[in-house]
């Protein structure tokens, strides 16, 4: 395995490769959620690139940039048996050069859900993945479904830009108690995380209700609000029962199905969900 921080280094390990290519993007202190993206990326890939950048600009500026957890040696170990080829871990000085003035936004798709939650947080994701997309130039590029609003938009930039990039998303994995794995999820005391398994907790009661024939979506939220507000040590900050490509607010769920998201305060630390209800995906 190699490791490579700037441009030149990446493009000439990039060149030696023959065979298809695949980029799994992170930002690091890698957990089985980030070790599953490599897998699928193993699996239909000749050659593994993974990316390591926590990227400041999709932080906001009361965010966590300065405090979010990092660990490379251990990343590193854990990529190396992995069997993954190639590290890349730009510096913000290679991504985010002097004069930088270039970004990349996507419109309609990034408003709703984290996007109005996170003002230009998108605007930082989509700018960094279209240079990691350029600097890598993979076959395919591996996302979890985990950060479901962030699968919509990069789907929709590689579309709008013509990056020839398949773009494949992963499953949420998550621990045995239901909680989505996160790198956010060591900032959480004993007594908070096990506050943080509501979030699974309100979602698999929404779902039953759902699979009970409940279609309204203002009743499926409900069910999220009212257990997530019972409990004490979380704050709900928003649930959304949204179509599943548009992103847009639903009153019935239909044969489209529906990405039923939240994110939720336990303490200071800010955690997303969501599953997909019914549709085809
Ligand atoms: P991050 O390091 O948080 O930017 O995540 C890097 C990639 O891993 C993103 O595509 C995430 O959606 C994905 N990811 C994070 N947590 C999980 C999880 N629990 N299950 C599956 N994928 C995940």
Not at 84 to 91: A, E, H, Q
Request: one cysteine or more; proline letters at 6%; aromatic letters at 8%.
């Amino acid at each position: 395995m190699q490791t490579v921080t700037t441009l030149p280094e990446l493009w000439a390990n990039r060149k030696a490769f023959s065979g298809t290519v695949g980029l799994v993007p992170t930002m690091g202190f890698l957990h089985a959620g980030h070790l599953s993206l490599v897998r699928q990326a193993k699996a239909e890939c000749d050659h593994v690139v993974v990316s390591i950048f926590v990227n400041p600009t999709q932080f906001g500026p009361s965010e966590d940039l300065d405090a979010y957890p990092r660990d490379l040696p251990h990343d590193l170990a854990l990529l190396e048996e992995a069997g993954v080829d190639l590290v890349w871990t730009p510096t913000p000085e290679v991504m985010y050069p002097q004069g930088f003035q270039t970004w990349v936004e996507v419109e309609e798709v990034t408003r709703p859900l984290e996007g109005g939650m996170r003002p230009g947080h998108f605007r930082g994701v989509t700018t960094i993945v279209a240079k990691l997309f350029t600097g890598v130039q993979p076959d395919k590029a591996f996302f979890g479904q985990k950060d479901a609003q962030q699968v919509v938009v990069i789907k929709q930039m590689t579309r709008d830009l013509n990056f020839p990039i398949k773009i494949v998303v992963c499953p949420i994995r998550r621990e045995p108690d239901g909680l989505a794995m996160s790198s956010r999820n060591t900032y959480l005391d004993p007594a908070q995380r096990e506050a943080a398994t509501v979030l699974s907790r309100s979602l698999i009661a929404a779902r039953t209700a759902f699979e009970s024939g409940e279609r309204d979506a203002d009743k499926l939220c409900a069910i999220v609000a009212e257990m997530i507000t019972a409990e004490p040590l979380a704050e709900l900050q928003y649930v959304s029962c949204a179509h599943p490509q548009t992103l847009t607010e639903l009153e019935t769920v239909d044969e489209d199905g529906a990405l039923l998201s939240m994110a939720v305060y336990v303490g200071k630390t800010r955690l997303i969900d969501n599953f997909l209800l019914g549709g085809t995906e």
